[in-house]
């Protein structure tokens, strides 16, 4: 299962036209995404940074934006639309756990 949806992300991406490498090595690098993409989901869901309502994390702020991630204008900077991105929570070193939540 793991396996099947690292391919779907990783011919969803175009990973392999992208990088020219055969589908099982892009297979194994769609994994580690997926993984990362699991982890992400539960640390968003947990996090007190992460705004439900927009999608937002209302701590992250970037000066620019990359062309292909969801973000939002906020004076000069843009905020995250994490609820698009949850690879960004899954390596996110600001990530704190909402009260209570803590094991
Ligand atoms: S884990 Fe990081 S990026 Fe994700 S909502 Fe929390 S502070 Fe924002």
Same mark, same amino acid.
């Given at each position: 299962?793991?396996?099947?949806?690292?391919?779907?992300?990783?011919?969803?991406?175009?990973?392999?036209?992208?990088?020219?490498?055969?589908?099982?090595?892009?297979?194994?690098?769609?994994?580690?995404?997926?993984?990362?993409?699991?982890? %992400?989901? =539960?640390? &968003?869901? #947990?996090?007190?940074?992460?705004?439900?309502?927009?999608?937002? $994390?209302? /701590?992250?702020?970037?000066?620019?934006?990359?062309?292909?991630?969801?973000?939002?204008?906020? %004076?000069? =900077?843009? &905020?995250? #639309?994490?609820?698009?991105?949850?690879?960004?929570?899954?390596? $996110?070193? /600001?990530?704190?756990?909402?009260?209570?939540?803590?094991?």
């Amino acid at each position: 299962m793991v396996t099947q949806v690292a391919r779907a992300i990783g011919l969803k991406l175009g990973l392999p036209k992208l990088l020219g490498r055969k589908e099982d090595e892009v297979a194994e690098i769609a994994k580690v995404l997926a993984g990362m993409m699991l982890v %992400g989901v =539960e640390k &968003r869901a #947990r996090c007190i940074h992460y705004d439900p309502s927009t999608g937002l $994390c209302r /701590f992250l702020r970037i000066a620019y934006p990359l062309p292909w991630m969801s973000v939002d204008k906020d %004076g000069d =900077e843009y &905020r995250i #639309r994490v609820s698009k991105h949850p690879e960004i929570c899954s390596v $996110c070193p /600001f990530w704190k756990p909402i009260d209570g939540d803590e094991e």
